[in-house]
């Protein structure tokens, strides 16, 4: 998809309380962290369960989960590749504009393609984005099923499933890759904050 370059009448305003100050102010550093994979493989819980964690410490924080964006800011999308590949690049400046404030930004998207993610890598500093991928295999992932889309896709009811009739792209080199098929919830998000910790942003 080509990028639509901003009018020359448009001009950038910057800041005068920068994102230094508001991260000053929130005690923390602002990251993406880009919960990535099939359907059924625990993104949105575990991104959930982490943003629990972290605010019981005060951290700064917000989950864009890929159902609640497709109720608004993606509700002109369909599921083709091209309004697939749309729906992720409005997340990523959305996502760019949340550590912009200072926030730790969770974001919750099966995201397939591994150039879209890489495309969402680049909008921001090398540090500024960690790729989380929820390892889940596919009969895991069908079995959990809980919205019952695996079944309603078998019977040819919905198109362009992602893992079925719609490829998934395992990211190549992610920062961090859980199997969320066998670990618990309690000890996945111990392996995200880790992760943080790691990182310096808490």
């Not at 991260?23 to 575990?46: D, M, P, Q, Y």
């Not at 400046?93 to 099966?110: D, H, N, P």
């Not at 719609?166 to 990211?171: F, K, N, V």
Request: charged share 25%; aromatic share 6%; net charge neutral.
């Amino acid at each position: 998809m080509s990028k639509q370059l901003p009018s020359k009448d448009i001009v950038w305003h910057q800041s005068t309380i920068t994102r230094q100050h508001r991260e000053a102010l929130n005690n923390h550093r602002s990251v993406i962290l880009w919960f990535t994979g099939l359907s059924g493989a625990g993104k949105s819980t575990l991104a959930h369960a982490t943003e629990e964690r972290l605010s019981r410490m005060g951290c700064r924080t917000f989950v864009l989960d890929g159902d609640n964006v497709r109720h608004g800011l993606c509700a002109d999308l369909g599921f083709s590749d091209q309004d697939r590949m749309e729906n992720i690049r409005r997340v990523g400046e959305l996502a760019k504009l949340f550590i912009e404030a200072g926030v730790i930004v969770l974001t919750a998207f099966i995201s397939p393609f591994q150039a879209d993610r890489t495309r969402m890598r680049s909008l921001v500093n090398e540090d500024d984005f960690l790729e989380i991928y929820c390892d889940c295999s596919l009969e895991v992932c069908e079995k959990r099923d809980v919205k019952g889309f695996y079944r309603r896709a078998r019977l040819g009811k919905i198109k362009n499933f992602t893992g079925l009739s719609s490829s998934y792209e395992s990211p190549v080199n992610p920062e961090l890759r859980i199997n969320t098929g066998e670990l618990s919830l309690s000890a996945s998000v111990d392996q995200v904050m880790e992760l943080l910790k790691a990182h310096g942003i808490i």
